[in-house]
């Protein structure tokens, strides 16, 4: 596995401040007819493992951006072996791939010589637990140092039950639960039999909807004012405190105004002025502010 598959980071300031470094879960919750689809289609553990892998693979490409997904595989060992079977695995998904031919695909794994992973070019683990008699039994192995997530299945009285096991410090409970949403959701399309291609699934969820909404049930009042005027006078207000927060790191509104305000200098000295059309394509990350950071500065 050549190029990277790494999960960006989506932390609870609060969380982070606290150093909580403890671990928790959300349930990934498929409807009835899905879980009694996967079992009665997918015979054995390994196939539905395998459609299960898929399905996580879908969602590391929407949130790394990448059609080569990897990611650890390891499966418990039966007769109270504390020891992990463990998998290098790696799966190519394209928008034009039809969800059939998605089903068929065997995935590519390489045998780790440990029951460790170094988590250089992946940080999420699929981790296939042993089926425990009673519903109170849990596993006494942690999440690795240098997991980010690991996606979790585990029969009970055999019926599959899924979890997302999370780092809080990392990741935040309310993104860890749409993520589950939505890992539910393209597990229902690839069960399905309607044939579309990847490119055509949703991955707008029931919730998603909900919760945009909401965020727009009341109009904000109108203020008689330019935009960048308010931006100004909130970079006055607060500046020390947090503008602008990505997965790989965040401004003060302090350091906000110097950017924008040396790169609109920049820009007036290049002929922009009022009227002008500024065309902008950018990622929503600190590392595109890059570019503007140093156009800003010739």
Same mark, same amino acid.
């Given at each position: ?128 637990? *042993?089926?425990?008699? %009673?519903?109170?039994? #849990?596993? +006494? &192995? ?5 997991? =980010? ?94 503008? *602008?927060?990505?997965? %790989?790191?965040?401004? #003060?509104? +302090? &350091? ?5 305000? =040396? ?36």
């Amino acid at each position: 596995m050549e190029k990277q598959c790494l999960l960006p980071i989506f932390p609870n300031p609060a969380s982070r401040s606290a150093n909580n470094r403890t671990t928790a879960s959300v349930t990934v919750s498929l409807p009835d007819h899905d879980l009694d689809l996967l079992k009665s289609t997918y015979t054995t553990a390994a196939v539905i493992d395998a459609l299960l892998i898929k399905a996580w693979a879908i969602v590391l490409r929407c949130y790394t951006g990448s059609d080569d997904a990897s990611l650890g595989y390891q499966a418990e060992l039966p007769g109270g072996d504390e020891r992990l079977e463990s998998h290098l695995v790696a799966i190519r998904i394209g928008d034009e791939d039809k969800i059939s031919e998605l089903r068929r695909r065997e995935i590519s794994t390489l045998r780790s010589d440990s029951d460790h992973f170094d988590f250089i070019s992946f940080n999420t683990v699929f981790l296939r637990k *042993i089926e425990k008699e %009673d519903v109170d039994s #849990t596993s +006494s &192995e942690t999440i690795p140092e240098g997991c =980010r997530i690991r996606f979790c299945i585990e029969d009970y009285f055999g019926r599959p039950s899924l979890s997302l096991e999370y780092w809080r410090d990392e990741m935040s409970t309310g993104h860890i639960t749409c993520m589950a949403q939505v890992l539910s959701q393209i597990i229902t399309q690839l069960l399905a039999s309607e044939d579309r291609t990847i490119g055509q699934l949703d991955f707008f969820t029931p919730q998603d909807s909900t919760r945009v909404a909401k965020w727009n049930t009341s109009m904000p009042p109108t203020v008689d004012s330019l935009i960048h005027n308010i931006v100004s006078e909130q970079c006055r207000k607060w500046p020390v405190k947090e503008a *602008i927060c990505a997965w %790989d790191g965040s401004f #003060t509104f +302090s &350091e906000f105004d110097s950017i924008t305000t =040396r790169l609109a200098s920049y820009l007036q000295s290049q002929g922009v002025g009022p009227e002008t059309m500024v065309p902008l394509c950018f990622e929503k990350t600190v590392r595109s502010l890059n570019p503007l950071m140093l156009c800003s500065t010739n």
